[in-house]
């Protein structure tokens, strides 16, 4: 019933007075004048879901925190696709394309308005079976070593709690720390991917190699860091707001980075809620890290055709993944800080490698 109302909504009921209005159509004329009001409170409850069921039910675990968090973000924004109807193209079609799209963690591709279908499922999924145990192999390392280290290496405190983050001996943590999280997030997605091709349906890469193939900040948010996300972002946020030349393009991006440190903050909150002990988020850091992020893809854009853009632009690809890396890897505190404790709980949860002495 939702789906036929917001789906049809250009559909108006048309009449000159009341006297002409059928007595059956109020309640129809009703509901078409609480679409706005209605379309929020739906995207709040799903938003508020989360919360509901870990302070009801508890969360055994912050990874089902982060879990619960995750899938919060992606139904309240994928509701927000079918309201605005700036979702991929036939991804409202039909109410049972919509459900699909709607409950799989997974980007769907569609192709010609339609759901793309599989060719060669099986060889799909072994695939991304590989891929998928390619990358819980890096878990497993990454993880090891945090377990050893309490994902500090050569730190005896918390990149944030040192002056400067603890630059220049802080990287080897603040880069293991992310490894984990690239880790835990590229796992998942193939692992979604894997359900999708499981049903018959195509779906799109969740990372691009961002640790290692990143060439620029561009690079690294808009082609390989947590595309599922990217593509939300582009088609709600950046693509309504950038046309009007170069200024409401640059607007429209800051309000895309702003928008993804605001859905940050909310999943870091959550991990808060279901955790308050302890609990290292500090409101407005995450958010902090994106406008940062932002500045800095803004400003790479601006001296792109400058002598030292140019020069930069010609190095070999494995030294602009390293300058890239090491662009990025200070601010990481900022974002990292409000999950470091569910990256030291998983090496209890988690299986690990430890050596016998």
């Not at 048309?14 to 409170?41: H, N, T």
């Not at 690239?182 to 091709?197: D, F, K, Q, S």
């Not at 620029?216 to 709600?236: A, T, V």
């Not at 991006?253 to 991990?271: D, I, Q, T």
């Amino acid at each position: 019933m939702l789906f036929k109302l917001y789906h049809c909504g250009e559909r108006q009921v048309k009449v000159d007075s009341a006297e002409k209005r059928p007595v059956w159509l109020l309640p129809y004329m009703y509901i078409q004048e609480l679409k706005p009001l209605l379309a929020m409170a739906i995207f709040a409850a799903l938003a508020a879901l989360p919360f509901v069921v870990a302070m009801l039910m508890g969360c055994r675990s912050l990874v089902s925190a982060f879990t619960l968090a995750y899938l919060g973000v992606l139904s309240a924004f994928r509701w927000l696709e079918l309201v605005s109807k700036s979702g991929p193209k036939g991804f409202d079609a039909t109410a049972t394309t919509f459900a699909v799209y709607f409950s799989i963690p997974a980007e769907i591709h569609f192709e010609d308005g339609k759901i793309k279908g599989i060719t060669e499922r099986k060889w799909r999924i072994v695939d991304l079976a590989a891929r998928m145990s390619f990358h819980a192999l890096i878990m497993l390392v990454t993880l090891s070593l945090g377990k050893a280290t309490g994902y500090l290496p050569f730190l005896s405190a918390l990149p944030s709690a040192l002056p400067m983050h603890g630059l220049p001996g802080s990287i080897p943590a603040i880069y293991l720390q992310t490894i984990f999280v690239y880790g835990m997030l590229a796992t998942c997605m193939l692992h979604h991917r894997l359900i999708a091709t499981l049903c018959g349906f195509e779906t799109l890469q969740g990372m691009n190699a961002p640790l290692v193939k990143s060439t620029s900040f561009r690079d690294f948010w808009g082609r390989r860091w947590n595309m599922i996300i990217h593509n939300l972002m582009k088609r709600l946020i950046f693509a309504p707001l950038q046309h009007g030349g170069p200024l409401k393009k640059n607007l429209a991006g800051a309000a895309a980075f702003l928008v993804s440190g605001l859905f940050h903050e909310y999943m870091w909150l959550l991990l808060h809620v279901a955790r308050p002990d302890g609990s290292r988020y500090v409101p407005g850091k995450v958010t902090a890290f994106f406008m940062v992020q932002f500045v800095a893809t803004a400003a790479q854009v601006l001296l792109k055709k400058t002598p030292l853009g140019l020069a930069l632009g010609n190095l070999p690809a494995p030294c602009q993944t390293l300058l890239t890396t090491l662009c990025i890897l200070p601010f990481g505190p900022l974002f990292l800080e409000g999950v470091f404790d569910m990256m030291f709980e998983t090496t209890i949860t988690l299986p690990s490698v430890e050596l016998m002495r």
